[in-house]
């Protein structure tokens, strides 16, 4: 094979990944994941208080994040991130939540629920005696209605809780069973102490099934079964950071971030061209490659890795700096070539030279950003290590982009001589 042919093979080859990428691209809408910033949402930071039965733990926090996860699943929200932040706390983005009251409600609650014997009632309300079993032995949850058209909602206890429970109702009967949801015992009313019903047991209770009834909503039963389902976070979280932004300002935020992205761009593509003439065009189709295979990693990262990855204003505005590194790197090489024709060579010779001498150049550059970028991800959180990843990929696509585009394109034209002419590529032969 020869040289030429190399190069038509390589030109051909990231052509096939544009192509592959716009295919990935479109539509755009959809394909792209928005981050909270950009698409609008919910932004909740849950931080875990140590008590003596539920301490605070690497085991306990994985299991809480587990946990949140399933209910925010259930939700129905699309797109979550939940991610540890530091020992002890839990970063949850919902974009595009539609009711953030009812979010914060299911996914901060410790969703307890106990059976404890009501061992006397005052003014002030029921006394509760000590727990006879948990809700951890609750397998399914269910919303039903009972013969009134009441909601209920139907639990289904594990073959463990089904034995439990038959011998707590055994010796129960004729006594009054309290239901309570995250007990607070100082509260003044029932309702304050998390109790959702009491009811008589009138007979023992076998089969592994039960019902939980009381005068609440439809909604509180759907809420009841989802968390119920999800089973009671393992350490107590409080809500240290809450967050609401609304769908305008993330549509003006992207309108804003897209206009600087385009914008810069074209200012960037219309310098070169008019500096550099036929390499400047050369740069253009360089940077509408790299921009295209920048947006189809994105797409490919969100389809077919577990990782995913979302767009945020900080992420873009790494790459809209990536653009910038791009077009540096056109310049470092450019620049060469234009000095090896001053010197006298050909287009041809001075493309080689040019090329070989400064794309070391520009390695050793992009090398050095790259680190800055690392350390960024690795010691950054949130928008900081966004904008590092963005920054890192962009500068990988960049090297991909002028290795295996830039240069067998400038070579392939190089060898033209009707375009070796000092017009053309913005310089004379021997003039330095």
Same mark, same amino acid.
């Given at each position: ?138 397998? =399914? ?16 206890? $594990? ?22 949801? =995250? ?34 909503? +439809? ?10 389902? $999800? ?7 409080? +809500? ?78 790494? +790459? ?31 493309? =080689? ?21 690392? +350390? ?57």
């Amino acid at each position: 094979m020869s040289q030429r042919q190399k190069y038509l093979l390589s030109v051909f080859f990231v052509l096939a990944l544009v192509v592959a990428s716009v295919y990935l691209i479109y539509p755009p809408a959809k394909s792209t994941r928005l981050g909270l910033d950009l698409k609008g949402g919910l932004h909740i930071v849950l931080t875990a208080r140590p008590l003596p039965k539920a301490p605070v733990t690497e085991e306990t926090m994985e299991r809480a994040k587990v946990v949140i996860e399933e209910r925010i699943n259930k939700l129905g929200v699309s797109e979550p991130e939940i991610s540890r932040q530091g020992s002890n706390s839990i970063l949850v983005q919902l974009p595009g939540v539609k009711d953030p009251r009812e979010a914060l409600d299911i996914i901060g609650k410790t969703a307890l629920l106990e059976f404890r014997p009501v061992t006397t009632s005052t003014a002030e309300g029921l006394v509760l005696g000590e727990t006879l079993m948990t809700g951890e032995y609750v397998k =399914d949850a269910a919303v039903d209605f009972d013969d009134f058209g009441k909601p209920k909602v139907d639990i289904e206890f $594990t073959p463990e809780g089904a034995k439990k429970f038959d011998q707590i109702t055994a010796e129960m009967v004729g006594k009054r069973l309290a239901i309570v949801l =995250d007990y607070n015992p100082k509260g003044r009313t029932d309702e304050e102490k998390g109790i959702i019903s009491a009811p008589v047991v009138n007979e023992r209770i076998s089969g592994g099934r039960a019902e939980i009834t009381g005068d609440f909503t +439809i909604d509180f039963a759907k809420k009841l079964a989802l968390v119920l389902q $999800t089973g009671s976070l393992p350490v107590k979280l409080d +809500i240290s950071e809450s967050r609401t932004v609304g769908p305008t300002l993330g549509s003006d935020s992207l309108r804003a971030a897209l206009i600087a992205g385009i914008a810069g761009l074209v200012a960037v593509v219309l310098y070169m061209i008019f500096f550099y003439r036929l390499l400047g065009l050369i740069t253009a189709g360089a940077l509408a490659v790299f921009s295209t295979l920048f947006w189809g990693t994105i797409v490919a990262t969100n389809k077919f890795t577990p990782l995913g990855w979302t767009l945020t204003l900080p992420g873009i505005a790494g +790459i809209i700096l990536s653009i910038g590194v791009a077009a540096d790197s056109s310049v470092v090489i450019f620049e060469r070539v234009k000095e090896e024709i001053r010197a006298g060579k050909s287009f041809k010779q001075a493309a =080689d030279k040019g090329f070989t001498f400064g794309f070391k150049t520009m390695v050793i550059a992009d090398v050095v950003t790259l680190i800055a970028a690392l +350390i960024l991800i690795w010691q950054g959180v949130g928008p900081v290590r966004g904008f590092a990843i963005s920054l890192s990929v962009g500068i990988g696509i960049d090297l991909f982009t002028t290795f295996f585009f830039t240069h067998p394109l400038l070579s392939l034209l190089s060898s033209s001589e009707a375009l070796n002419k000092s017009l053309l590529l913005g310089v004379r032969k021997g003039v330095a």
